[in-house]
């Protein structure tokens, strides 16, 4: 023990003269001999100290590694593939007007909410209102001579050609006013679905056309979120499968289950397509934002589950350390699929096993240990 202490007292001596002067190179390399010479006489004596007291309890003791252990038992495994996704509205619509003319009014703003059926642009109607109203006096003087000539018909007067023309020309004018009508109320663009007016397209005093869009509306209360998954996954992914969506952007999640399952892979980049319905009353969630998934793709009620950082490899395998009659034994395993910071065991473990925790890292095989609460 004397020996011990010379040693500690001329390391402390050479290391408190470095800072009180500052020693040349050659004065620098005979001290760093010296002090690699007191570190082996150190270790030397410790060595000694130690096979004296091998046979103690104290010794004993002190060699024991303290570590945290962790019982095994069945548990609940979930693994998740995790995968970007869109927002999207089904009912995003860029509505275009059916018959072109000029248009006369708008009669919403962006932004506003419409309802189904809400007209929102009238474009100009004079030429084929007066069409219509000529329609509709001649169909009127057409029905009550066609009518005039049925009675006489019914009393068998009268030739049957003469009936069939007049007939055939009510009939002909009821088609075209049927006709003209539906055209003039094609020049009222309304909207197809309840929603938010998004975008107007065209102006007062501009001509609208058929095929060119007149205006966008956007009825989010209900969105789907999509997302391409690969092929490898065809045939694990079904319809309900549960998912954790994630939108980074509002700080929000969901919950939620696949609604749809692709059918068709992707040659282009082998994905196949889902998605997920979600109602969206607030409005919280915008079409072509992003969100996060995580696709349940495994799960079991049973399985054998440790910390992932206890897991180390060697030329053998992947190996963990439990706790058996005191002492550390080294334990091969097959590893299954790992979630975060948690791994599923195959094979090597069964319930009952202590595995070390913490503190395996100072273990090996054999090693003594003081298992700590």
Known sequence: MKKLVILFSTAALLVSSCGEQELSLEAKQTQLTTLKSDLVNLKGAIKSLEKELIGTTAIREVLKVPVRVKTLSSETFHHYIEQPGTVSSKENILVSAEMGGLVTAISASEG???????????????????????????????????????????????????????????????????????????????APISGTLEEIFVNAGELAAPGRPAFRIVNAENVVVEADVAERYSNILKKNTPVNIK???????????????????????RTFKVNIELTNKNGELKPNSVASL???????????????????KDMRGDYLFIAKNGAAQKTYITLGLSQKDSSMILEGLSAGDVIIIQGYNEVVGGSKLAIQE
Not at 247 to 269: C, D, E, M, Y
Not at 294 to 312: C, G, L, N
């Open 112 to 190: 506003d909410r419409v309802t189904k059926g809400t007209t929102i642009i009238t474009l100009d109607s004079e030429v084929m209102q007066n069409n219509v109203n000529e329609l509709e006096y001649a169909l009127a003087l057409a029905k009550t001579t066609f009518e005039r000539q049925e009675s006489l018909w019914l009393q068998k007067i009268g030739s049957e050609l003469q009936y069939l023309q007049i007939k055939n020309q009510f009939q002909s004018l009821e088609n075209k006013f049927a006709a003209a009508t539906a055209q003039l109320e094609k020049l009222n663009i309304s």
């Open 294 to 312: 995580e696709i349940r793709d495994f799960s079991s009620d049973v399985a054998m589950v440790v910390p992932s950082q206890i897991v180390k």
């Open 247 to 269: 939108f980074n952007s509002l700080g929000t999640s969901r919950k939620a289950k696949l609604n749809f399952i692709g059918q068709v892979i992707n040659p282009a980049n």
